[in-house]
C-alpha cells in the first residue's frame, strides 16, 4: 500500500474557473477527511466521510464546495467559481476507526493557486 | 475562534537534550488529543495521542503530558534528534463528532 494519494499534486486556476482534486484513501480504511491549511496556520476541518457517507461538514465548506466519495473508495473534492480565497494545501486523510488513538494518515496534499 | 493554541512559533534545542513542546485549549469537551509531525511537503504524520481520561502517555522517546485543570498539554522529546527538526502540530478532538482542531504549528529546529 503506497499510503493515502492526491492529485493533482498542484493547481493553478484562474479566479472563477471550476477545480476538482481527488484521493485515494489507504484501501482498508473507513474514513476519510479533507482538511485545508493556509499559510502560517494548521489544517481546518472540511469534511469527512463514513464510507460513501458524508457525516460531517464545516462550515467552510460553503455551497461552492462539494465533496463526495461514491461507493465509499477514492474521494472528490470539487470547487466551483473558485475565489483567491480559496488559495491554500487542500489535505486528504484517512483511517480506520475514528482516527484518535491512532491518528489519520495524511496524503501529500494538492495545493491550490488561484490567480 | 482559535480552540487549540501553539503560542511559540519556533524553538531550537541542542542535540541529545530535552524538547518541550506546548499546547493550550479552550474547550472542555476535547476528548482526544493529538500531536503530528510535518516535514516539508509532505502530509502531517500521526506521533502518539492521549485521552482526556489520562494525563500522560509515552511512546519510545515522546510522551504527552495533559493537565485538564489548566488546559495544557505537552510534548516532551528526549533525546532529541537532528531528524525531529519539522513542524509539529497539536490537534484536539471535540466529543461528540469527529472533528480536529488544530493549532498554528511549532517548528523545532534539533541543532547538531
Known amino acids: 500500500d503506497t499510503g493515502v494519494s492526491q492529485d493533482p499534486r498542484h493547481k493553478i486556476t484562474k479566479r472563477g474557473q471550476n477545480v476538482t482534486f481527488r484521493c485515494d484513501p489507504i484501501?482498508?480504511?473507513?474514513?476519510l477527511y479533507w482538511y485545508r491549511q493556509t499559510l502560517g496556520q494548521g489544517p481546518e476541518f472540511l469534511t469527512y466521510?463514513?464510507?460513501?457517507?458524508?457525516?460531517?461538514k464545516s462550515r467552510l465548506l460553503s455551497d461552492r464546495f462539494s465533496a463526495e466519495r461514491p461507493k465509499g473508495s477514492f474521494s472528490t473534492l470539487e470547487i466551483q467559481r473558485t475565489e483567491q480565497g480559496d488559495s491554500a494545501m487542500y489535505l486528504c486523510?484517512?483511517?480506520f476507526g475514528l482516527g484518535a488513538e491512532h491518528g489519520y494518515t495524511f496524503g501529500s496534499g494538492t495545493r491550490l493557486t488561484v490567480v | 475562534d482559535q480552540q487549540v493554541k501553539q503560542n511559540s512559533p519556533s524553538l531550537s534545542v541542542q542535540e541529545g537534550r530535552i524538547s518541550i513542546l506546548n499546547c493550550d485549549y479552550t474547550n472542555s469537551m476535547f476528548d482526544y488529543f493529538l500531536w503530528y509531525k510535518k516535514y516539508p511537503a509532505e502530509g502531517p504524520t500521526f506521533l502518539i495521542s492521549i485521552s482526556s481520561i489520562k494525563d500522560k502517555n509515552e511512546d519510545g522517546r515522546f510522551t504527552v503530558f495533559l493537565n485538564k485543570s489548566a488546559k495544557h498539554l505537552s510534548l516532551h522529546i528526549v533525546p532529541s534528534q537532528p531528524g525531529d527538526s519539522a513542524v509539529y502540530f497539536c490537534?484536539?478532538?471535540?466529543?461528540?463528532?469527529?472533528?480536529?482542531?488544530f493549532g498554528t504549528g511549532t517548528s523545532l529546529t534539533v541543532i547538531p
Open positions: 466521510f463514513q464510507n460513501e457517507a458524508q457525516l460531517e
Open positions: 486523510a484517512s483511517s
Open positions: 484501501s482498508e480504511h473507513n474514513r
Open positions: 490537534a484536539a478532538r471535540r466529543s461528540p463528532g469527529n472533528q480536529f482542531y
